[in-house]
């Protein structure tokens, strides 16, 4: 049996949006989708008295109901798709995460029915990204047409093949371009302790970056020759070059990282590209 990809549902546009992203993404990889809905009875996962039985055969009926229309949303041209679905006790984020343990990718909306609509990605979203052990794809709103180009954030450092080959291996499946981001803003430290210097020559840096790219990429054409790489260097902040690049693409593909530097286990680009990009971004971790 297949691992399953498994997308979170409340009933929102935006898990509906996630819930037909999700069914797509597992016929093009040929495996289960598992719909989740969690049942809290708080909205915060810290009560201070018993927790009151508001849920009951009504409840649960309605939440069916609505893993019903979630599911024809998945099977959309999609009918003999497997899908199953599945009510689960407790908070949302600790569900999805729990679940993540046994999913080659964890899908879920931008935004839950609770969520603030000034606010661009949803508590819960944010919270399944930070801690998910298997990558995520948070979906935003749909656009139109199939552009057929994935883009994939490239730092040039080590440790990236990770990253790499998720979007290798995605742009194959959709037999999409991939395009190799590679966005810097002053000259990069090259080890620990590694002093950066005041003024400096950009066109020179800028050849030093284009290096750090090629060896970034070097190999990944011969793994996969039927994948069309297009190597992409900027001078700019590397969230508004994915953000930009984000308007000609079907998908965004970022890495993360924890530690010191990074923001509620997100490293601070990949927290703002969540909140901006165009299109769905899949976060992959190592």
Not at 258 to 286: I, K, Y
Request: charged share 15%; net charge negative.
């Amino acid at each position: 049996m297949t691992i399953p990809i498994i997308v979170g549902v409340d009933g929102s546009p935006s898990s509906l949006q996630a819930a037909s992203w999700a069914g797509q993404e597992a016929a093009l990889r040929g495996t289960a989708l598992l719909m989740l809905y969690a049942v809290s009875g708080w909205a915060q996962d810290v009560p201070l008295v018993p927790e009151p039985r508001s849920w009951g055969t009504g409840s649960e009926a309605a939440a069916g109901e609505m893993l019903g229309r979630a599911a024809v949303h998945a099977r959309a041209s999609r009918p003999h798709l497997s899908v199953t679905t599945d009510i689960i006790g407790g908070g949302p984020a600790d569900v999805l995460v729990a679940a993540a343990q046994e999913a080659q990718l964890l899908v879920v909306g931008n935004r839950g029915r609770g969520g603030f609509a000034e606010l661009l990605l949803g508590s819960v979203s944010r919270d399944v990204v930070a801690r998910a052990p298997c990558p995520v794809a948070v979906i935003r709103q749909p656009y139109a047409g199939d552009r057929g180009e994935i883009v994939v954030g490239v730092t040039g450092k080590p440790g990236q093949d990770f990253l790499l080959d998720f979007a290798f291996r995605e742009a194959a499946l959709r037999h999409a371009t991939l395009r190799a981001v590679h966005a810097w803003v002053h000259p990069a430290t090259r080890w620990p302790g590694d002093m950066q210097p005041v003024v400096y020559d950009v066109d020179g840096v800028g050849q030093e970056e284009a290096i750090l790219l090629a060896q970034a990429v070097a190999g990944w054409r011969e793994k996969f020759p039927d994948v069309t790489l297009v190597p992409h260097l900027v001078h700019e902040h590397p969230a508004k070059a994915l953000i930009d690049a984000s308007n000609e693409a079907d998908l965004v593909v970022i890495g993360a990282h924890s530690g010191a530097s990074a923001l509620l286990g997100m490293g601070g680009v990949a927290h703002a590209v969540l909140h901006h990009s165009r299109v769905p971004v899949v976060v992959v971790r190592p």
